[in-house]
């Protein structure tokens, strides 16, 4: 993390940055090594309402995460083109009704712990999505900062998936958001991560617990 550690030590304001994991409900071991290797750093997690099981919520509301809503059952309903679960290939109605109903389990499940927050799984959605989470009083939507925004409700997104990058490319990315004046969302996905992809996550975690220049938030403390 050379790039990263300079460009760090040469800023004048410090970094915000937030973390986001995603799929909690699937890999439940690899979810806990996950969370372990935080330890005082803020993590949020996106949990798959149709997967998360009464044992695991009750270990998580025992946890210091943030947590709020992925979808319904992450499952893509897209024929043809990138996957979606709340894309073209559904309209409102379809959407509205798994949104509601995923937030009502995971607020049964999870009670006063559930952020009002929502990731569509593969970070894609449409507008009416947006509208739908809007209507059913939503705060914040999370994609990745690439997307459009969609004007319905303040967004907080991700720029780096610590899963699908290399030690180099983590670096290389990192260094050139950290002067951008904007928090910087780093995203995992715990289901897929081996053991070294478990270990670059330690060494970049440390890095940032350590560095004065960071301020680690939650998404919460980022919402508007």
């Given amino acids: 993390m050379r790039n990263l550690l300079e460009k760090l030590d040469a800023l004048e304001t410090p970094l915000e940055v937030f973390f986001r994991d995603d799929d909690a409900g699937w890999e439940d071991e690899r979810l806990l090594e996950l969370i372990s290797r935080f330890a005082g750093l803020p993590l949020d997690l996106a949990v798959i309402p149709a997967y998360l099981s009464p044992g695991l919520a009750a270990t998580l509301v025992e946890l210091p995460v943030g947590m709020h809503q ?27 009704e798994d949104i509601a ?24 959605c449409t ?51 950290a002067g951008s004046g904007e928090p910087v969302g780093v995203m995992f996905h715990h289901g897929v991560m081996e053991a070294e992809d478990m270990a670059l996550a330690s060494s970049l975690l440390q890095l940032l617990a350590e560095h004065p220049n960071v301020l680690a938030r939650s998404m919460a403390q980022l919402c508007p």
Avoid: I, M
């Fill in 70 to 96: 992925h979808g319904f059952s992450h499952t893509n309903h897209q024929v043809e083109g990138r996957k979606c679960e709340f894309g073209p290939a559904r309209d409102r109605a379809q959407q509205f």
């Fill in 101 to 124: 109903v995923g937030r009502v389990r995971l607020s049964e499940l999870l009670g006063e712990r559930l952020d009002p927050f929502f990731t569509p799984p593969w970070n894609r």
């Fill in 127 to 177: 507008a009416d999505t947006g509208s739908v989470l809007a209507e059913l009083g939503y705060s914040l939507l999370s994609r990745e900062s690439k997307a459009e925004p969609l004007g319905a409700l303040p967004e907080l997104n991700v720029h780096l998936d610590v899963a699908r990058l290399s030690p180099d490319e983590l670096d290389t990315r990192f260094a050139a958001l």
